[in-house]
């Protein structure tokens, strides 16, 4: 399937996806490779422990998160990042309300739907 944003993505014409518990989506730009969104959570919000075939790398723009990769858990927070290879469990519990950028290789086809 061939799919593609609009060149630009203006923050406050965008929608936010309300993913209930505290969770809030929106979806930046994209094509059939690669996939950017925000996800907003507050606190006590749970990213529930899931796994995917994309690629992930997350960039902690806002707040603390108590991120788990696999076996592994480490506090992170504003400035800090993570990888996350195909077929990985991994999800996070917010300690500190904020914002998680995400970046998905190839895009996240089930976020448009």
């Known amino acids: 399937m061939n799919m593609q944003s609009e060149c630009f993505q203006i923050e406050a014409e965008m929608p ?38 994309h690629t992930q790398v997350t960039y902690v723009d806002s707040g603390i998160f108590e991120m788990t990769i696999g076996i592994e858990q480490k506090i992170i927070r504003k400035g800090d990042g993570f990888y996350v290879p195909p077929h990985t469990i991994h999800g996070c519990v917010c300690i500190a309300a904020g914002t998680l950028i995400d970046a998905f290789s190839p895009a996240r086809q089930d976020f448009l739907e």
């Open 16 to 53: 936010w996806e309300d993913l209930g518990n505290g969770i809030q989506r929106q979806v930046f730009g994209y094509n059939d490779q690669v996939m950017l969104v925000k996800a907003k959570f507050e606190v006590g919000a749970i990213g529930t422990l899931h796994e995917h075939h």
